[in-house]
């Protein structure tokens, strides 16, 4: 692990401060950012751990509002009975990460900005993964994991847990930066680099993501992970629905797709299909295959196509109360 | 001459019986201390470097800035300039250093430039391998004509993969010197024979090399040998005067320290109209990384089947060469063979069960696979609940079921054991063995508690240093024949002389004795008898030192098992993805001396075999010829959540006891892939041709059927 500095700010304001420096790196939980260094995939001239912020950790339920600080652990916000009684889907998309230690140290701001898992990446080959010659990496390889809505050479997956949902949810995203405070969508966090050390999020150098906020009354939601391994193991497929809508008919529908392309996957096309209608096995049908419509599957990732069908589906299913 | 046997059935107070392991505390508690857990003070830690292209020649290597670096003792080069590699992950320099962060950073500090030359990594389309070379092809009996004549045929294509060990214990050790007297704490499967190997490569006599092994984290058939990097640690430690832990990093672990070989074949199979077996013909090909591989023992099992063909292209690939992986060669073979049964007994309309007893003549274990499938046919309702392929669905997930039946010899290997009565009646066992998680420390106390009638806990045992008496290496399931064998001969011998002792103060012949519950006494006159402790007190001053050796005089090991698995699974056929629900293990491994380790050995042979069967593989990768799961996130273990419900049936009883103790750590690992893929033929209604059964291979295969609906 090559030296890098340590800083432990007391105030948000400090870690700003200290981000905005080039080099400089928020450290949340620490389950994948050291391993990263370690293995030399990263380097930091330093580390800004988030951990004695205070302000940055706690869950509010403020009416119809669910407040989450970003240094909130993924087992804290699990085991706070209001906010999964409020949207239930965060339980599932929490118990995905199937393993006790990541979600005691993981935290939900660390989850919604973890980088990315692609083997390419991780093995040095960096995000995009070109060859020498400029070809892809991925595409001429191995890419069974990879994004079947890849974004130019942009072809990682995002692996967030909780982004699909907050996404679905129309969720907000609150930063602090050297500028104050600004929300955004969270969908807005993302981005699909398209040049080598390009980032895959949209925080500039100083912006601290601090919290979520999600509106969580008059919406049924749900998310639908397909996992190969009930142990710890990546999606190789996910999909979060959110429907609005009182009385048979839902007024309105996002189906957002995780570990399909390089940002969450706002699948519009679906949503569309749904809007005023009546869930049936048809129209769930037609949202799924509308949920691909676009996709541009690989070598080796064409399977990740139905995968997403299916989860849209179930994810459906789950939000509507019914077997599909 | 002396008889050597094992107790009577009525005569044995611990053979047979579960005893838990003798150091399942220690281990459970961390006490226990493995080789990477040895820190001797003045420690160094090593790191090695490893060339990232798949093929490539060093044109020059610059060592200086690792040098330069505070903290680094020794850079030591492997491979220089001029040198050829022929895979990503093999070692080129290593780095002693006072932490292991600054040991891995002098390794990136070294700068190496390479010539990349071209690489092959993907075997499984042969075609397209440069290097593929005919290894072996014969016939028996008239193929041709027996097709031509045959009521049904079929032909599959099949493979699995190479993949790897995955030891949760890397490879590695830790090398002290004392003058030129080397000590190493190595994670090895042969204790007694690693000292030749070091002493030779490092120049010293064989004499001065100390092994210890008192734990050791894993092997499955990849640590026998020091190894580049044991041979490495020991010059570090040299060069360095000072003690040098060297264990491999968990990407190297999976890319060089141990692969089991693929294996792919195009079969041929054909059955009469009595669905008896009549002709083979088999084109396999596989790779063990650059040294191919050998012809895979095919048909597996029904190896009498008449009317064979047999060819096999060995496939020699840019990626290290593969290790003995628990019963080398079974699996693979297994597989295949199996996998083409059941397609040929569903092809006939057959209960595969049905299937397998009508060629049972094929085997060499007729009449023990007839009771074992009957066992496991009973444990699983096959006859209630198995049905034809594809009929058992709820939705969008189908249940199967699927059988496979499995052999293996695991006669006991080399071994010697001193057995000592003290005059206060402690007794102790001191052996060359090591105990690689397996519970050799467990079965020799038994075996020795059981001949001096003592509890478990009043003997000792000391294994795992190659200053105890020479003991083969554990593999093979070559390890509990092997120890029982030398230990109860020196136990029953060292019996034999505290007996002469005795007799005379109980009036009696020494033959007329006999030793338990704590007492020696005349066999059918307890009352004539003495307390243990007094019955060695009549021994003398000195000890009796006795040494017992495998192989040697009277029946007490042989060789030969069976066994019949049967997997239930459930596919969802939306998305691919398979769980196993059951798995049922019959096996034979004549006398069990202990039935709950017995039962831990097939444990986890089918956890083992669940892992393969859904998840494990290596994937190289085409562009840059490295792994790209050399970790433990995309190299896919089966988690305990993942493996079912396990149940096992050992065979034991007349007809199993009587033949001594034989071998069981490979056997229950080989049938888990051909039972699991023959489940989920018969939930899906097709053959999914390619291990580990992964959701997008699943996928595939139901969509060249037109997929799900």
């Known amino acids: ?324 | 001459m002396a008889d050597y046997s094992w107790p009577e059935a009525d005569r044995r107070a611990l053979i047979g019986s579960r005893p838990a392991r003798l150091d399942g505390p220690v281990k459970s508690t961390g006490f226990a201390k493995y080789p990477s857990d040895q820190n001797p003070s003045g420690l160094l830690a090593a790191k090695i470097l490893t060339c990232p292209h798949a093929h490539a020649r060093i044109v020059g290597i610059d060592t200086s800035a690792a040098e330069a670096m505070p903290g680094v003792r020794v850079v030591h080069v492997i491979q220089g300039e001029g040198a050829e590699i022929q895979w990503a992950g093999d070692e080129v320099a290593a780095v002693a250093a006072v932490t292991e962060e600054v040991a891995r950073d002098a390794v990136r500090a070294i700068r190496v430039d390479y010539e990349v030359l071209p690489h092959f990594v993907t075997e499984e389309n042969r075609d397209g391998a440069p290097d593929a070379r005919a290894a072996g092809e014969r016939a028996e009996g008239d193929p041709d004509a027996a097709f031509a004549a045959a009521h049904r045929t079929v032909e599959r294509t099949l493979g699995m993969p190479q993949m790897a060990h995955m030891c949760l214990e890397p490879h590695g050790q830790v090398c002290s010197w004392d003058g030129d007297e080397l000590e190493v704490h190595a994670s090895t499967q042969a204790v007694s024979t690693l000292a030749g190997q070091f002493a030779t490569e490092l120049g010293v006599p064989a004499s001065q090399v100390r092994i210890r092994t008192e734990y050791m984290g894993g092997g499955f058939g990849s640590k026998f040998s020091p190894d580049r990097w044991g041979i490495v640690g020991a010059e570090l430690a040299r060069k360095a005067g000072a003690p040098v832990k060297l264990f491999l990093e968990r990407d190297q672990e999976v890319t060089v320290a141990g692969s089991r070989p693929s294996a792919f074949a195009r079969i041929r199979a054909a059955a009469d109209e009595q669905g008896r077996l009549v002709a083979w013909d088999s084109d396999s090909w596989g790779s063990g990384g650059l040294p191919g591989t050998g012809q895979t023992p095919l048909p597996y099992v029904f190896s009498r089947l008449p009317n064979r063909r047999l060819r096999h292209t060995s496939v020699p690939t840019n990626l290290a060469g593969s290790r003995a992986w628990r019963a080398p060669n079974h699996p693979q073979a297994c597989f295949l063979t199996m996998a083409v049964l059941d397609d040929l007994a569903d092809e006939l309309g057959l209960d595969p069960i049905d299937f397998l007893d009508r060629n049972l003549d094929l085997t060499g274990r007729a009449d023990t696979y007839r009771e074992q499938l009957a066992i496991a046919g009973e444990m699983a309702s096959w006859k209630e609940r198995w049905q034809p392929r594809g009929r058992t669905r709820e939705g969008a997930v189908h249940r199967g079921l699927g059988v496979s039946v499995h052999t293996w010899g695991g006669r006991g290997h080399s071994s010697n054991c001193d057995v000592t009565v003290h005059p206060d009646g402690a007794v102790e066992a001191r052996i060359g063995s090591q105990d690689i998680g397996t519970g050799t420390r467990t079965i020799v106390a038994q075996v020795l508690a059981e001949t001096f009638g003592l509890e478990l806990h009043e003997v000792r045992v000391s294994l795992g240093d190659n200053v105890y008496p020479q003991s083969g290496p554990s593999g093979g399931s070559s390890t509990v024949g092997g120890v029982t064998a030398s230990t109860r001969r020196a136990a029953q011998d060292a019996l034999r002389e505290v007996l002469v002792h005795v007799a005379p103060r109980l009036g009696a012949e020494p033959e007329q004795l006999v030793a338990g519950g704590g007492r020696v006494f005349v066999d059918g006159d307890a009352s004539r008898g003495m307390s243990w402790r007094e019955a060695a007190a009549q021994i003398g001053g000195a000890p009796i030192s006795v040494q017992g050796r495998n192989p040697g005089p009277g029946r007490l090991i042989s060789s030969g098992v069976g066994g019949v698995q049967i997997a239930e699974v459930e596919v969802d056929v939306e998305t691919g993805v398979v769980r196993v629900e059951r798995m049922i293990a019959v096996q034979d491994c004549g006398l069990v001396i202990n039935r709950r380790l017995a039962e831990s050995q097939v444990y986890g042979g089918l956890i083992m075999g669940v892992g393969y069967a859904l998840y494990e593989e290596w994937i190289p990768d085409p562009v840059s010829g490295r792994l790209l799961n050399a970790d433990m996130e995309f190299y896919k273990l089966a988690g305990l959540v993942d493996v079912g419900s396990l149940e096992v049936h050992m065979m034991t009883g007349p007809g199993y006891d009587e033949r001594g103790v034989i071998g069981l750590g490979e056997p229950p690992v080989i049938s888990p892939g051909a039972a699991i893929s023959n489940a989920v033929a018969n939930a899906i209604g097709v053959r999914v041709p390619y291990l580990p059964l992964t959701p997008d291979r699943v996928l595939d295969a139901l969509a060249g059927r037109g997929g799900p609906a």
């Not at chain 1, 949209?202 to 906020?213: D, F, I, K, R, W």
């Open chain 1, 1 to 324: 692990m090559r030296p890098f500095g340590y800083a432990a700010p007391a105030t948000v304001d400090q870690a700003v401060g200290l981000l905005e420096a080039e080099g400089s790196e928020a450290l949340a939980g620490g389950t994948d950012l050291l391993s990263l260094l370690k293995d030399d995939v990263e380097r930091v001239d330093r580390l800004v751990a988030l951990r004695g912020v205070p302000g940055l950790s706690g869950i509010e339920l403020d009416g119809g509002t669910l407040r989450v600080g970003a240094m909130t652990t993924l087992q804290e916000l699990r085991d706070h009975d209001g906010a999964i009684a409020a949207l239930p889907a965060l339980a599932v998309a929490i118990d995905g990460v199937a393993s006790p230690q990541l979600r005691a140290m993981g935290t939900v701001g660390g989850d919604l900005l973890q980088r990315p898992r692609c083997w390419y990446y991780r093995r040095g080959f960096g995000l995009l993964a070109l060859a020498a010659d400029g070809r892809s990496m991925v595409a001429d390889g191995d890419n069974r994991y990879h994004a079947i809505f890849p974004e130019g050479e942009a072809r990682f997956v995002n692996p967030s847990s909780l982004a699909p949902l907050l996404v679905a949810l129309g969720a907000e995203a609150v930063v602090h930066g050297p500028a104050g405070e600004r929300r955004l969508p969270v969908e807005a966090l993302y981005r699909a680099p398209q040049a080598a050390g390009e980032r895959e999020n949209t925080l500039a150098p100083g912006e601290l993501l601090v919290g979520v906020e999600a509106d969580v009354e008059g919406s049924r939601s749900a998310v639908y992970e397909v996992r190969q391994r009930r142990a710890l193991d990546w999606p190789l497929m996910a999909a979060a629905v959110s429907l609005t809508g009182s009385g048979p008919r839902t007024e309105r529908a996002r189906i957002v797709l995780g570990h399909a392309a390089p940002v969450p996957h706002v699948a519009t096309a679906a949503g569309d299909v749904l809007a005023g209608q009546e869930l049936t096995p048809e129209t769930v049908a037609a949202a799924a295959d509308a949920a691909v419509e676009g996709a541009r599957p690989m070598s080796g990732n064409r399977y990740k196509v139905q995968l997403a069908r299916t989860a849209v589906r179930r994810a459906l299913g789950r939000a509507a109360g019914m077997e599909i």
